[in-house]
């Protein structure tokens, strides 16, 4: 456990070296529970809440202020208040957690001890303090850029959300210590890449831990919105899982002083940018992005004002739900649930609908920073067992396979559409890697019709079959000259 006086000393090191007055007063909140008619519920959630969680629709839980609570209780909401901010003020951060720099210095120590499956890398900088963000990536040769699929994990897009974190470190820690002799283990290091994100909000975190606790539900990173130099707890900050660029005015709220602010405009945010340029250069297949609290796997999409479903909706609702029945909710009467999230702003729908990757949101555990270590430890352990499903997911059922140029053998990108599915209305159109002419869809298994666009090359379509494992059809363009002169050929039969 830290010191006290080493605890003091890092707090008086976040008020003076970065910008918060020791004498700044904040607005008290408070953890709170609303009820109402249910035809008055409906409206609650169109307002710009703090809610603790989405998935609780009858007597959900949010964070207010005093104001916020009053205006709720005019309206007719009624409020039972769980927890105030003063009640956690100075508690200290159970050490069974790791702060930013244990955080930091672990993964490190992985690199070192594993250099032959781990590569450590900073993929961009906080917006304030320009903390970096880390990113671990574990594979069989971590610093070649392999043809191989590419899965993403990451934590803490919420400050005061560490569960997040420990999934991801317990994760690595599983992946490097037991490869070269799990069998299971050793076949995902070998044939994927494999990226954790630990902390997506390195600063927002520092300054709940820096500071004891004193703001325990501080969820934003600490943007200077008002520009006056100071962190004002009050108004400052942007919701970095609102600061994605999809639907991005649909979601979160236009007001710097609320704790849902989406910030000034999309991906203005250091930390988003820097999640978008990875997701963009790698192309994962497969994502999981841990929140809390709720434990419920979110999938996609509830289209902003419309009916709509995401056009893989029977394929993301059906992982969901092998995800959701692998992971043990903390009274141990079941697992988590599984529901749709709605199609704007926050980083799964961006990723889905812009890069194609199947993100899932998993909201762990039943409160924000559970203090008791069994409960933690379990909850741990519990969300491993889901991320070794998604691992085991990336082999299918789906197909893959290379784009190539017909007469040079090259890679092509081109958009590799599936045509029962894609909907373009809603979605960007799927492409072949550039370098590789790679190209990976999940799918259940069926029967599909496969359509390869490029304007320079014959446009082929044809039927695959796709069974219980992942596919491999590679297809091969001719040029339209050749088309038009009769050579065209169409792809290579397997």
Same mark, same amino acid.
């Given at each position: 456990?830290?010191?006290?006086?080493?605890?003091?000393?890092?707090?008086?090191?976040?008020?003076?070296?970065?910008?918060?007055?020791? @004498?700044?007063?904040?607005?008290?909140?408070?953890?709170?529970?609303?009820?109402?008619?249910?035809?008055?519920?409906? +409206?609650?959630?169109?307002?710009?809440?703090? /809610?603790?969680?989405?998935?609780?629709?009858?007597?959900?839980?949010?964070?207010?202020?005093?104001?916020?609570?009053?205006?709720?209780?005019?309206?007719?909401?009624?409020?039972?208040?769980?927890?105030?901010?003063?009640?956690?003020?100075?508690?200290?951060?159970?050490?069974?957690?790791?702060?930013?720099?244990?955080?930091?210095?672990?993964?490190?120590?992985?690199?070192?001890?594993?250099?032959?499956? %781990?590569?450590?890398?900073?993929?961009?900088?906080?917006?304030?303090?320009?903390?970096?963000?880390?990113?671990?990536?574990?594979?069989?040769?971590?610093?070649?850029?392999?043809?191989?699929? %590419?899965?993403?994990?990451? @934590?803490?897009?919420?400050?005061?959300?560490?569960?997040?974190?420990?999934?991801?470190?317990?994760?690595?820690?599983?992946?490097?210590?037991?490869?070269?002799?799990?069998?299971?283990?050793?076949?995902?290091?070998?044939?994927?890449?494999?990226?954790?994100?630990?902390?997506?909000?390195?600063? @927002?975190?520092?300054?709940?831990?820096?500071?004891?606790?004193?703001?325990?539900?501080?969820?934003?990173?600490?943007?200077?919105?008002?520009?006056?130099?100071?962190?004002?707890?009050?108004?400052?900050?942007?919701?970095?899982?609102?600061?994605?660029?999809?639907?991005?005015?649909?979601?979160?709220?236009?007001?710097?002083?609320?704790?849902?602010?989406?910030?000034?405009?999309?991906?203005?945010?250091?930390?988003?940018?820097?999640?978008?340029?990875? %997701?963009?250069?790698?192309?994962?297949?497969?994502?999981?992005?841990?929140?809390?609290?709720?434990?419920?796997?979110?999938?996609?999409?509830?289209?902003?004002?419309?009916?709509?479903?995401?056009?893989?909706?029977?394929?993301?609702?059906?992982? %969901?739900?092998?995800?959701?029945?692998?992971?043990?909710?903390?009274?141990?009467?079941?697992?988590?649930?599984?529901?749709?999230?709605?199609?704007?702003?926050?980083?799964?729908?961006?990723?889905?609908?812009?890069?194609?990757?199947?993100?899932?949101?998993?909201?762990?555990?039943?409160?924000?920073?559970?203090?008791?270590?069994?409960?933690?430890?379990?909850?741990?352990?519990?969300?491993?067992?889901?991320?070794?499903?998604?691992?085991?997911?990336?082999?299918?059922?789906?197909?893959?396979?290379?784009?190539?140029?017909?007469?040079?053998?090259?890679?092509?990108?081109?958009?590799?559409?599936?045509?029962?599915?894609?909907? /373009?209305?809603?979605?960007?159109?799927?492409? +072949?890697?550039?370098?590789?002419?790679?190209?990976?869809?999940?799918?259940?298994?069926?029967?599909?019709?496969?359509?390869?666009?490029?304007?320079?090359?014959?446009?082929?379509?044809?039927?695959?079959?796709?069974?219980?494992?992942?596919?491999?059809?590679?297809?091969?363009?001719?040029?339209?000259?050749?088309?038009?002169?009769?050579?065209?050929?169409?792809?290579?039969?397997?």
């Amino acid at each position: 456990m830290r010191r006290p006086e080493v605890i003091l000393a890092a707090l008086l090191a976040a008020l003076l070296g970065f910008g918060l007055s020791p @004498g700044a007063v904040k607005t008290e909140r408070y953890l709170v529970r609303i009820t109402a008619p249910p035809a008055k519920m409906a +409206s609650l959630f169109r307002r710009p809440l703090d /809610f603790a969680s989405q998935a609780v629709r009858e007597r959900p839980e949010a964070v207010v202020t005093h104001k916020e609570m009053e205006a709720l209780i005019r309206d007719g909401y009624h409020i039972e208040i769980l927890q105030s901010e003063s009640d956690l003020a100075g508690v200290a951060l159970d050490p069974f957690y790791h702060v930013l720099e244990e955080t930091q210095e672990f993964l490190r120590t992985v690199e070192r001890s594993y250099p032959q499956i %781990a590569k450590l890398h900073i993929i961009g900088r906080s917006t304030l303090w320009r903390v970096p963000l880390l990113a671990l990536k574990i594979s069989d040769h971590p610093d070649e850029d392999e043809d191989e699929p %590419a899965v993403l994990f990451d @934590g803490m897009h919420h400050a005061r959300e560490p569960l997040g974190n420990e999934i991801c470190l317990a994760l690595i820690d599983h992946l490097v210590s037991r490869y070269g002799w799990d069998e299971r283990v050793t076949s995902w290091v070998n044939d994927y890449e494999i990226w954790v994100i630990p902390i997506m909000n390195p600063e @927002g975190y520092k300054y709940i831990t820096d500071n004891a606790l004193a703001s325990p539900w501080w969820r934003k990173n600490l943007r200077d919105n008002d520009g006056n130099g100071q962190i004002d707890l009050d108004y400052d900050g942007v919701d970095l899982n609102r600061n994605y660029d999809w639907n991005w005015i649909y979601a979160g709220s236009s007001n710097p002083a609320d704790w849902t602010y989406r910030g000034p405009q999309a991906f203005s945010e250091d930390e988003t940018r820097a999640k978008r340029d990875l %997701a963009l250069r790698e192309r994962f297949v497969l994502s999981l992005t841990y929140h809390s609290t709720g434990e419920i796997v979110y999938y996609q999409w509830s289209w902003p004002g419309t009916s709509v479903r995401a056009p893989d909706h029977d394929l993301l609702q059906e992982i %969901a739900a092998g995800l959701a029945g692998r992971i043990k909710n903390t009274l141990g009467t079941g697992t988590y649930d599984y529901g749709r999230q709605t199609g704007a702003s926050q980083s799964s729908p961006w990723m889905y609908a812009v890069t194609g990757a199947l993100e899932f949101l998993v909201e762990t555990g039943t409160s924000f920073i559970p203090l008791d270590i069994p409960l933690i430890e379990s909850i741990v352990a519990s969300n491993l067992e889901g991320a070794f499903f998604m691992l085991d997911r990336v082999r299918g059922p789906g197909i893959t396979g290379r784009v190539l140029d017909g007469r040079t053998g090259e890679p092509v990108e081109a958009t590799v559409s599936i045509v029962e599915i894609d909907d /373009f209305r809603y979605i960007l159109p799927r492409k +072949s890697d550039p370098a590789t002419g790679r190209y990976t869809r999940l799918l259940r298994p069926g029967k599909y019709t496969l359509e390869i666009r490029h304007p320079f090359y014959a446009s082929p379509r044809f039927s695959v079959d796709v069974g219980s494992h992942l596919k491999t059809k590679d297809i091969i363009l001719l040029p339209r000259s050749d088309r038009r002169s009769g050579r065209d050929r169409g792809p290579r039969k397997d």
